[in-house]
């Protein structure tokens, strides 16, 4: 069983940077795969990040790429969103998941609660 908390969303004008955490209880943090995904209103939800559970690999939505950057810190139970050169259509829920699956379609066997991340033009 882990359960996920995340936190650092907020309001940010365009430009503007945030780093998103998701601390995780349970001693098989290190055996997931973890997943940034985002939902907008009104929106499906939709993959943002992945990383491997070694942190070794790494996988992103390419309106993201070279813009926001995953990490992990298995010794904190922890993984990271850093967000840079925010846009307004990057605007969403936030949410981290895990899962023992890696690649395409992965499936999520847990999810946190979600940050919201605002970001104004």
């Known amino acids: 069983q882990v359960q996920l908390v995340e936190s650092g969303g907020g309001l940010v004008q365009a430009g503007g940077s945030l780093r998103l955490s998701c601390a995780a209880s349970?001693?098989?943090?290190?055996?997931?795969?973890m997943a940034w995904l985002r939902q907008a209103l009104g929106k499906e939800r939709e993959f943002v990040a992945a990383?491997?559970?070694?942190?070794?690999?790494?996988n992103y939505l390419d309106s993201v790429k070279g813009r926001f950057t995953i990490s992990r810190d298995n010794a904190k139970n922890t993984v990271y969103l850093q967000m840079n050169e925010l846009k307004p259509e990057d605007t969403a829920v936030y949410f981290c998941?895990?899962?023992?699956?890696?690649?395409?379609?992965?499936?999520?066997?847990?999810w946190g609660q979600g940050t919201q991340v605002t970001v104004s033009s």
């Open positions: 998941a895990a899962s023992r699956d890696w690649g395409y379609n992965m499936k999520y066997d847990y």
């Open positions: 349970g001693r098989s943090f290190s055996a997931y795969n």
């Open positions: 990383i491997s559970s070694s942190g070794w690999s790494t």
